[in-house]
């Protein structure tokens, strides 16, 4: 359902057109002032905005100017298409409006199917600026970098797969890619000019995922008396192209049944409608889980399992392709240096060995971070050596080169490391402990704070401070 506002001082207008559009399933909020009108389009989601010219505190193409962003080739994100309406219309109000990214402009006395045509019309805009938008930010993600056989049994397994319109289940851990097999399936499908829709199951908090996930209507959802009276849910918004769900198991079983239900019948209802609503959607879902293990445990339905099993995928952690370290890390390198102006930064041989010789815990992610904060801390370094890696990643190749006054130690994978001070050595041992425990708990922070007996605020801190990834 589309939601729509009805900007007009004269009350028998407001009242008159709310009850036709009512009857066309649109859900309605009016206002009679400028004011009104801007607090309410703060505050909520509208899809079309009705708007007199005339109004008793204000001009209508200020409150347009306002909504638009002042910029009509480029509104903002989530900005409402705008009909201007006027009994006073002349030739230069309208072409006023229409340089202020006015949708059109619609004379008094209203002509009721002019008026539906024109909405319906500004809402089907709506919806297609979003879904572009959303389509240009997927166009600036990265694609899947290797040349290792698991790499190119992944390439080959998404080609094969990609254009069926079965639903996915990508395997692997935290930080492994998942995310970016989801996009390339969905670049490859039939569905590659509709919208692709991420949800990161696990970053949502358990009171508002079913609202994440399917929307709400006239104010139902969980934000209190100030939250918007309308929100598309993550399916609504997927209509016609990809939903990707990440770390699905992570969802409370009650939502497993309602996403259960919802695959079954390609139809849910939002929190606090009455009418359901129908979509045509592919889901790919992705786990840093044991699925079976959870359905074994009565955390993971078996049903929703199946339902979602359809072709399964794993992306394999990258300990097991190291051979492409180096094209990933040359690759981060040429992204942020262009993004930091430094587009002519290389990397050496006995560099990249010493990242391939490391272990990898936060996988692609982890190095990815790595090379940035290489990037960052050498500012006018144009050659990177192994003396700029991070001291938990630099290797010695033997006892003869080994520095004089260091401090050896031995890392998880039993290489030694070589630290000069008492404080890197510590630094190295509490971020190995960090991410073996992040490693345990699957990525979770939450439950790796309380396992390592911290607030979860201190091992956010923690993390930052020593270099590693706080996103899941």
């Known amino acids: 359902m589309n939601h729509v506002l009805i900007v007009d001082d004269e009350a028998d207008i407001r009242e008159s057109l709310e009850a036709i559009l009512n009857e066309e399933d649109y859900v309605i909020t009016t206002a009679g002032t400028a004011a009104e009108a801007l607090e309410l389009i703060r505050d909520a989601d509208y899809q079309a905005v009705l708007l007199d010219i005339w109004l008793p505190d204000g001009d209508g193409l200020d409150v347009l100017a306002a909504i638009r962003g002042d910029a009509s080739h480029t509104p903002r994100p989530g900005a409402p298409e705008v009909i201007m309406i006027s009994g006073h219309g002349t030739i230069e109000a309208a072409v006023r409006a229409t340089k202020l990214g ?33 389509f240009a930010r997927q166009l600036t993600k990265g694609s899947i970098t290797g040349e290792s056989i698991s790499v190119k049994a992944l390439r080959q397994q998404i080609k094969l797969m990609a254009p069926t319109n079965g639903r996915v289940l990508i395997y692997g851990e935290s930080g492994a890619g998942k995310e970016l097999v989801a996009r390339s399936m969905h670049a490859e499908s039939l569905r590659r ?3 692709f829709v991420e949800l990161n199951c696990a970053a949502i908090p358990e009171d508002f995922i079913e609202t994440e996930l399917f929307g709400y209507r006239h104010g139902a959802g969980p ?38 239900r919802t695959l079954d019948e390609q139809r849910f209802y939002p929190v606090g409608a009455s009418t359901p609503v129908h979509v045509d959607t592919r889901v790919i879902a992705a786990t840093n889980k044991d699925l079976e293990e959870e359905i074994a445990r009565g ?49 050496s041989d006995p560099a990249l060995a010493a990242l391939k010789q490391y272990h990898w815990p936060g996988n692609v992610r982890e190095l990815r971070n790595v090379i940035e904060r290489v990037l960052i801390l050498n500012p006018k370094v144009q050659r990177i050596e192994s003396k700029h890696l991070p001291m938990l990643v630099q290797r010695t190749e033997g006892v003869s080169q080994r520095t004089e006054g ?12 070589e630290f000069s001070t008492l404080l890197q050595a510590r630094e190295a041992y509490e971020r190995d402990y960090i991410l073996k ?25 923690k993390m930052k401070a020593l270099g590693i990834s706080t996103h899941d």
């Open 437 to 461: 425990e992040l490693d345990r708990c699957h990525g979770n922070v939450s439950r790796a704070a309380e396992s390592l007996g911290l607030e979860r605020s201190h091992l956010y801190r």
């Open 406 to 417: 260091s401090v050896p130690t031995r890392s998880s994978n039993g290489n030694r490391e």
């Open 193 to 195: 000019d509709r919208v």
């Open 102 to 134: 006015a949708y059109d402009f619609l004379e008094k006395p209203l002509s009721m199917d002019r008026t539906l045509l024109v909405l319906r019309n500004a809402i089907q805009a709506h919806h297609l600026r979003e879904d572009n938008q959303e």
């Open 223 to 260: 934000g209190g008396p100030n939250q918007p009276t309308e929100k598309r849910g993550t399916f609504e918004r997927a209509d016609g192209g990809t939903l990707f769900l990440d770390e699905v198991g992570d969802m409370s079983l009650k939502t497993q049944a309602k996403v259960l």
């Open 299 to 347: 955390n993971f339905r078996e049903d929703l399992f199946y339902r979602l099993n359809v072709i399964p995928f794993f992306v394999p952690p990258l300990r097991d392709r190291k051979e492409d370290i180096p094209l990933l890390a040359r690759e981060f390198l040429s992204e942020f240096g262009q993004q930091y102006g430094r587009p002519h930064v290389e990397i």
